[in-house]
């Protein structure tokens, strides 16, 4: 094999405190075959790039002490003030972008979901809040490196503007060099049906992987040539788009060599905390997600890495800190990592996905996780209302046992970080408010808590679902379903039928599909935002928030006990309340009009929680 010579890059924005699994997967294997190969962290890069640029003392110093595991709470605080300061301060025509509390907010002024839009951005490039980073940083990089191919991963909408600029760039800069773009994104967008609306992408690169990486960029690589790469989207000499299918024998997990993290970047921590991506992808089929829309096994069997294996990873990285990015570590799976981890006499801990399933009533299974290793678990309560979780094919979530499994894991040392979901279709709005004094009785067991909207996720069953419109369409589908699921699959069809309609695909760069709630005699999705301006509220009344926006995600406040998080949010001021809250709380005196016949007026938080206790 002729060795070549590749770059895989992982531009901004993302999550500057976590490091990117795949290209550090896909860099090995290539390494493996031969290849040099060169990770470019950008989304960490970039970023840094930007706020010295605005500040160099200040953002210097601000970088220092998140890295530092010395550093106080107060340090940390003035730490993330900085950084929110100087990126407000930063001018762009963006629609925001911000540095604050748990995330890089960015989303560009020129996306909003059409290739034409994105088009425009490449072809405005210059003006780009990142084209100088691209240019000074990157393109020098890649001039030096002289790649035979470059490949940019992009995971989600925060990246797509920048990653097909970048691609622009380095096109022009480096004709010779084959320019590819793949990534989670692409797997959620990239069909037959819009293959014909991407085209005008493959003019800023040679080829669009959709697929899982593994096979078509050691393909592509290889051949310096896509025509054979499976799973990729690209256009032949006469202008027309081929997409070749998925490979038909899948990447086994078990035989992928230990990622190798060297992307000229440290993330956002005192030390590393290394993920790890050892499943590919959920055993369940929750009816509104596409998390694992990316595995080439998608809503079937598992391919599944051994414990074994996976602590051979461990100790191949030398690490002590892990983030399993699977989308389900089950309880028995992490249990026997412990085991394994107890064999070979290593010391490490993780945090992990997780159902929230009645074995964690028991105190002892939660005991046993967390002598395994498990520091904090990721849970989708999603909501509190039991028709609802059937419908969404969730059935082994319990609310009544929600409180007990939170307190158990916290007894236990775990903590946690919870979702939930406001506007599910079929659900009564005013059963949302039922958070509120459950977030308040359980809230010192409850880490950190995100809010969020129904959305129809592209992939997820229920987009699939409603995008058949006739009985025999609804029929066929459901005899390729297993036989003890039709009958509840197809109530849950008439259901989604009947409460929202699926909007005509002009957005093909959306990861959501755009639909409306019918049937209904006031604006649901109104009704929907503020409810979820409400629960956001409730995340910043919880005894941690202040705490846990000082320190970002479970990768830095992995070292301090639940004690510790309590005691650093007494030292903090207290924040802002959520954006739009008055508003909010006038809407859902509407809402609780239209659905319960009650008259309510809601003044501040605290009444509706008051009135949220009646229901």
């Keep these: 094999m002729t060795k070549r010579k590749v770059i895989l890059s992982y531009p901004p924005a993302s999550s500057v405190w976590h490091l990117p699994a795949g290209i550090a997967q896909l860099a090995v294997i290539l390494q493996e075959q031969g290849h040099e190969v060169l990770q470019r962290y950008g989304h960490i890069l970039g970023l840094e790039y930007l706020l010295l640029s605005r500040d160099q003392e200040r953002i210097s110093k601000a970088l220092s002490i998140v890295r530092d595991p010395k550093s106080d709470i107060q340090s940390l605080y003035q730490a993330r003030m900085t950084f929110e300061d100087v990126s407000l301060a930063i001018p762009n025509n963006d629609k925001k972008?911000?540095?604050?509390?748990?995330?890089?907010?960015?989303?560009?002024?020129?996306?909003?979901?059409?290739?034409?839009?994105?088009?425009?951005?490449?072809?405005?490039?210059?003006?780009?809040?990142?084209?100088?980073?691209?240019h000074d940083v990157e393109l020098s990089v890649a001039e030096v490196f002289d790649p035979d191919v470059y490949g940019i991963s992009i995971s989600d909408e925060r990246q797509l503007i920048q990653g097909l600029i970048l691609a622009s760039m380095v096109k022009d800069a480096l004709p010779e060099c084959l320019v590819i773009i793949g990534g989670n994104f692409w797997s959620r967008v990239v069909t037959e049906e819009s293959a014909p609306?991407?085209?005008?992408?493959?003019?800023?690169?040679?080829?669009?992987?959709?697929?899982?990486?593994?096979?078509?960029?050691?393909?592509?690589?290889?051949?310096?040539?896509?025509?054979?790469?499976?799973?990729?989207?690209?256009?032949?000499?006469?202008?027309?788009?081929?997409?070749?299918?998925?490979?038909?024998?899948?990447?086994?997990?078990?035989?992928?060599?230990?990622?190798?993290?060297?992307?000229?970047?440290?993330?956002?921590?005192?030390?590393?905390?290394?993920?790890?991506y050892t499943m590919s992808n959920c055993i369940h089929a929750c009816e509104f997600c596409a998390i694992s829309a990316q595995s080439d096994s998608f809503l079937g069997k598992p391919r599944v890495m051994s414990p074994e294996r996976i602590v051979e990873h461990m100790i191949t990285l030398g690490g002590h800190w892990f983030d399993f990015t699977d989308e389900?570590?089950?309880?028995?799976?992490?249990?026997?990592?412990?085991?394994?981890?107890?064999?070979?006499?290593?010391?490490?801990?993780?945090?992990?996905?997780?159902?929230?399933?009645?074995?964690?009533?028991?105190?002892?299974v939660c005991q046993q996780l967390f002598e395994a290793g498990c520091r904090c678990v990721q849970l989708g309560l999603e909501t509190l209302t039991p028709t609802t979780l059937d419908q969404a094919n969730k059935r082994w979530n319990h609310p009544e046992n929600y409180g007990r499994i939170l307190r158990n894991l916290k007894e236990a040392g775990i903590q946690n970080h919870i979702f939930l979901i406001a506007g599910i279709p079929g659900e009564r709005q005013t059963d949302t408010l039922r958070w509120l004094p459950f977030l308040e009785e359980y809230g010192d067991a409850i880490t950190t808590i995100k809010s969020g909207r129904y959305r129809l996720a592209r992939?997820?069953?229920?987009?699939?679902?409603?995008?058949?419109?006739?009985?025999?369409?609804?029929?066929?589908?459901?005899?390729?379903?297993?036989?003890?699921?039709?009958?509840?699959?197809?109530?849950?069809?008439?259901?989604?039928?009947?409460?929202?309609?699926?909007?005509?695909?002009?957005?093909?760069?959306?990861l959501n599909r755009g639909f409306e709630y019918i049937g209904a005699e006031r604006s649901v999705r109104k009704d929907v935002e503020a409810l979820r301006d409400v629960l956001e509220q409730a995340c910043r009344e919880n005894p941690y928030y202040r705490a846990t926006s000082t320190i970002p995600w479970w990768i830095n406040r992995r070292s301090f006990t639940w004690d510790q998080l309590a005691e650093a949010n007494r030292q903090l001021p207290n924040e802002e309340p959520a954006p739009n809250l008055d508003r909010a709380l006038n809407r859902i005196g509407g809402i609780v009009r239209h659905e319960l016949g009650r008259e309510a007026t809601f003044h501040n938080y605290h009444d509706a929680l008051e009135f949220a206790r009646t229901l």
């Design 328 to 364: 389900l570590m089950p309880v028995q799976r992490q249990i026997n990592i412990g085991e394994e981890l107890r064999r070979r006499g290593y010391e490490a801990v993780w945090q992990c996905y997780l159902t929230i399933t009645d074995n964690l009533l028991d105190p002892k």
């Design 97 to 134: 972008f911000v540095v604050e509390r748990n995330n890089v907010v960015f989303v560009s002024g020129y996306y909003n979901g059409t290739v034409e839009s994105a088009l425009e951005a490449v072809s405005n490039r210059e003006s780009h809040l990142w084209f100088d980073y691209f």
């Design 459 to 510: 992939r997820s069953p229920d987009e699939t679902v409603m995008g058949l419109s006739s009985e025999s369409e609804i029929e066929r589908w459901l005899q390729k379903q297993p036989e003890k699921s039709r009958e509840s699959r197809r109530r849950h069809i008439e259901l989604l039928h009947g409460t929202i309609r699926m909007l005509p695909d002009k957005l093909p760069l959306q």
């Design 197 to 276: 609306k991407l085209a005008p992408l493959l003019n800023i690169c040679d080829a669009i992987v959709y697929a899982e990486g593994f096979q078509p960029l050691s393909t592509i690589v290889e051949a310096l040539n896509v025509e054979n790469a499976p799973g990729t989207m690209w256009r032949d000499k006469s202008g027309n788009v081929r997409l070749n299918p998925p490979p038909t024998v899948l990447t086994l997990f078990e035989t992928l060599p230990t990622p190798i993290y060297d992307g000229g970047a440290a993330q956002w921590a005192s030390d590393a905390v290394y993920p790890l």
